[in-house]
């Protein structure tokens, strides 16, 4: 063999060395993404699973509110007055007092929970 052939066969070993070692890091590499991916899938699940699990915890501490609209007959008035008086608006404070009142009173109520509906906001 002459010198030539020997060079190009001595790299033709190394290059085949370096082959084996690029499989062999490619299936190590391959190998370690897949129980990655496994870890990865396992603990996403088990997230998901106490996320899920705590919510509906919270949810049955968290107590569902009933709630009744209040003082409906001194909005209607109340509204009508401001309708029927949109120049003269003070002509409608004693009713506004009343309501405010009325919604006062409501909020000090510690039987129920209060919400109260309006049409639209009340003008000032």
Not at 4 to 22: F, T
Not at 64 to 93: D, F, G, M, P, W
């Amino acid at each position: 063999m002459d010198e030539d052939q020997e060079y190009s066969s001595m790299h033709a070993k190394q290059l085949e060395k370096k082959e084996a070692e690029m499989k062999a890091l490619d299936t190590f590499f391959k190998e370690q993404l897949v129980q990655l991916e496994k870890r990865n899938l396992d603990r996403y699940k088990k997230t998901r699973k106490q996320f899920y699990d705590q919510a509906t915890k919270s949810e049955a501490l968290v107590k569902a509110r009933n709630t009744e609209s209040v003082c409906i007959n001194l909005q209607s008035q109340i509204l009508n007055c401001y309708k029927e008086n949109r120049e003269q608006t003070l002509q409608c404070s004693d009713l506004a007092k009343t309501y405010m009142q009325c919604i006062d009173a409501a909020k000090k109520c510690p039987v129920k929970r209060v919400t109260v509906v309006t049409a639209r906001p009340l003008p000032l």
